[in-house]
């Protein structure tokens, strides 16, 4: 079921993407990524309703709690970053790089939690994994916006928190049912991400939202719930090491999407780059 879940998540992950650089051609990347943390924590507290678990929030331990906080702190800043990044860069740019948390959290999880069965095969898919994201990431060829190279700046940040935000995750998760742990991880990405909206000044840019872009933002947070709550389940159920490669799978469907949408297209190089991570992925989901 945890790897059913993690294919699940990695497929509402990919239509985030899509969804939110839909809604962030005109409206600020982070007034975009508060109102986005509006429907996920709305999506997430309904759930916990749905399956009953919040009546033992009571019973979260103080470590628990400290690393679920921990988790949401370093979600909102990779969201924050992440959504500079796509509001500078291509999509088929942007992603390939976020992807790349998926190595640094493979061989934290191998360090901190003992995941060091079949960890010949995880090094060599790790290894696969790096060289198809360092194909996959291409200088532009127009003189479009991102071009100086801002967006591999957010970009990469953004996969430095996203590697911290797994393992931080795994470790506040444990004992807790994971759709509350995942509407507890949401309240702190919440205020982080209003916080940023008021530091700088932005709110009154909320009256001037596009109402397309707006319910793009909607759906884009209805996905990013629902990939959360599929990850979360299979980061508590199963093996981080394994889950969080397949989860990265979503810049397939990215990929998909953007093509048709964006009308972003690969080259040949990058094509591989994006073959090899999928081959490197499903070798380490076998040996699972």
């Known amino acids: 079921m945890w790897l059913i879940m993690a294919v699940l998540s990695a497929l509402f992950a990919g239509l985030t993407s899509i969804l939110?650089?839909?809604?962030?051609?005109?409206?600020?990347?982070?007034?975009?990524?508060?109102?986005?943390?509006?429907?996920?924590?709305?999506?997430?507290?309904?759930?916990?309703?749905?399956?009953?678990?919040?009546?033992?929030?009571?019973?979260?331990?103080?470590?628990?709690?400290?690393?679920?906080?921990?988790?949401?702190?370093?979600?909102?800043?990779?969201?924050?970053?992440?959504?500079?990044?796509?509001?500078?860069?291509?999509?088929?740019?942007?992603v390939p790089i976020?992807?790349?948390?998926?190595?640094?959290?493979?061989?934290?999880?191998?360090?901190?939690?003992?995941?060091?069965?079949?960890?010949?095969?995880?090094?060599?898919?790790?290894?696969?994994?790096?060289?198809?994201?360092?194909?996959?990431?291409?200088?532009?060829?127009?003189?479009?916006?991102g071009q100086n190279g801002q967006w591999m700046i957010y970009a990469v940040l953004s996969a430095v928190f996203a590697a911290l935000t797994s393992i931080l995750a795994k470790l506040g998760i444990s004992g807790v049912e994971s759709n509350l742990?995942?509407?507890?991880?949401?309240?702190?990405?919440l205020v982080m991400a209003w916080l940023m909206v008021g530091v700088k000044g932005k709110q009154s840019q909320l009256k001037n939202i596009d109402a397309k872009e707006l319910a793009y933002i909607g759906l884009s947070g209805l996905a990013t719930g629902a990939s959360w709550l599929c990850y979360y389940y299979a980061i508590q159920n199963g093996v981080v090491s394994v889950v969080v490669p397949i989860d990265k799978l979503s810049v397939v469907v990215t990929v998909i999407f953007s093509y048709f949408v964006f009308k972003e297209r690969l080259s040949k190089r990058a094509l591989a780059g994006l073959l090899l991570m999928v081959a490197g992925t499903l070798l380490m989901a076998i040996a699972a």
């Not at 790349?100 to 696969?128: D, N, P, R, Y």
């Not at 507890?184 to 990405?189: C, E, L």
């Open 98 to 145: 976020d992807k790349s948390s998926t190595i640094l959290s493979v061989l934290l999880a191998m360090a901190l939690f003992q995941e060091t069965e079949h960890w010949g095969i995880k090094l060599v898919s790790t290894a696969m994994l790096a060289m198809g994201i360092f194909w996959m990431i291409e200088k532009k060829q127009s003189g479009a916006k």
């Open 181 to 189: 742990g995942t509407a507890i991880r949401t309240v702190v990405v």
């Open 20 to 94: 939110a650089k839909c809604g962030i051609k005109k409206t600020d990347s982070d007034v975009a990524t508060a109102l986005r943390t509006v429907v996920v924590l709305l999506f997430s507290w309904l759930m916990v309703w749905i399956v009953g678990s919040g009546d033992s929030i009571g019973e979260i331990s103080a470590k628990s709690f400290v690393f679920l906080i921990l988790s949401g702190l370093a979600t909102g800043a990779s969201w924050l970053c992440y959504f500079k990044a796509l509001s500078l860069g291509d999509v088929n740019q942007v």
